[in-house]
């Protein structure tokens, strides 16, 4: 009798063992479940803080180029047209006119290149790259596969800002020769930007700044893998994978 009663207070303890067991391993669980989403909910705080800090500086350009280039042209139209009339001088007025329009065009093209709406994104980096190969010395190799045009129509305008982004960066910083822009599908399509500048080091510059934040960001409202690679002297390159 004792035996069986050892055998049931035995069993009853493994019992409430289990019971305890099961109870902390769910709390375990919810923990860490909470845990990742706050780690998603801080990533994703962050992504809209890099986006909104990435928008407010380009609000800022806008509005340098909107007062400092077409508001002075169209003061100078209007100091001329205040002269006498027999002193108005047509054709400095139609100057500044002129002017002002082509300032105010590169701004549109700026907010919503009208290439990408009408002839797609590979059109449009083509054109992106040419007006960069008009403008320096800089040797231009583009080579796009056609599936570049299947993403999404919502998705192109941020892979054209990133590789526009990677473009200035090149530009103001790398002092490179060359640049490659090239689109393989496989599978998925990898974007690859890549130039033969001074490169960076990231161990000793973690930090990144706002135009390399720009891309992480945009990378992710895709969403695409980004990989940044460069080296002091060996170039800086930029890679997306896109799944389509």
């Known amino acids: 009798m004792e035996l069986v009663l050892y055998s049931v207070g ?7 063992l289990l019971v305890i067991a099961t109870i902390y391993s769910k ?3 919810v923990k860490t479940e909470l845990a990742k989403k706050q780690l998603e909910i ?9 986006l909104i800090e990435v928008q407010e500086e380009e609000r800022s350009r806008i ?8 508001n002075a042209k169209l003061a100078t139209v209007l100091l001329f047209v205040a002269q006498p009339t027999e002193k108005i001088d047509q ?3 139609s100057n500044s006119i002129k002017e002002a329009m082509q300032i105010s065009r590169r701004i549109s093209y700026d907010l919503l290149p009208p290439t990408l709406e009408s002839f ?16 320096s010395d800089i040797l231009i190799k583009i080579e796009l596969d056609n599936r570049v045009d299947d993403i999404p129509p919502n998705k192109q305008l ?12 090149t530009i103001k910083y790398a002092e490179a020769s060359s640049i490659e822009l090239t689109a393989v599908f496989d599978e998925k399509l990898h974007i690859t930007y890549r130039d033969n500048g001074k490169g960076m080091n990231f161990e000793t510059t973690p930090q990144l700044g706002l135009g390399l934040k720009n891309i992480v960001a ?7 893998l980004h990989e940044f690679n460069s080296e002091l002297g060996k170039g800086f390159q930029t890679k997306l994978t896109i799944e389509l």
């Open 42 to 50: 801080d990533h994703q705080k962050e992504l809209v803080e890099q």
């Open 218 to 224: 945009r990378s992710e409202m895709i969403p695409a």
């Open 63 to 70: 509005a340098r180029e909107l007062h400092d280039g077409v």
């Open 120 to 135: 797609g994104l590979k059109g449009a980096l083509f054109e992106l790259f040419e007006e960069i190969q008009e403008k």
């Open 10 to 16: 035995f069993s009853v303890f493994l019992a409430c």
């Open 27 to 29: 709390k375990t669980i």
């Open 158 to 169: 941020h892979v054209y800002r990133i590789i526009q982004e990677s473009l200035q960066n």
């Open 91 to 93: 054709t400095s007025i």
